[in-house]
Nanobody, 131 residues
Framework: QVQVVESGGGSVQAGGSLRLSCVVSGFIYRTDCVAWFRQAPENEREGVVLLDNHYDYHGDIYYADSVKGRFTVSLDNDKNILVLRMNNLNPDDNALYYC?????????????????????WGQGTQVSVSS
């Protein structure tokens, strides 16, 4: 059984920064594609960033336009930890942030709007940004 656990959320003022972490454990052969999604109240879940960890495409990263230049993702393969560094946060970033893992092949940019591709999800961590 795969476990996905996020941490690092919190409350900051606009312009501030936060660092989210996601630990993947349990019986998992490979983490082909790892991602962060977020969902604000009354909004649909939206993709924030995908990181392609497939051995043929290792390292390709796809960011949502809304976070480009502000968010940075990295993966420690040895420890199965996915880190999301978020800078220059604004109230539009208020949401519950989820880590998701896809183990059936590489990522494609469309997966940012196809959350159903991901079978393994964490419980989410809250990010609150005040103006």
């Amino acid at each position: 059984q795969v476990q996905v656990v996020e941490s690092g959320g919190g409350s900051v003022q606009a312009g501030g920064s936060l660092r989210l972490s996601c630990v993947v454990s349990g019986f998992i052969y490979r983490t082909d594609c790892v991602a962060w999604f977020r969902q604000a109240p009354e909004n649909e879940r939206e993709g924030v960033v995908l990181l392609d960890n497939h051995y043929d495409y290792h390292g390709d990263i796809y960011y949502a336009d809304s976070v480009k230049g502000r968010f940075t993702v990295s993966l420690d393969n040895d420890k199965n930890i996915l880190v999301l560094r978020m800078n220059n946060l604004n109230p539009d970033d208020n949401a519950l942030y989820y880590c998701a893992v896809h183990t059936s092949g590489r990522c494609y940019p469309d997966y940012l709007v196809e959350s159903y591709r991901f079978a393994n999800w964490g419980q989410g961590t809250q990010v609150s940004v005040s103006s």
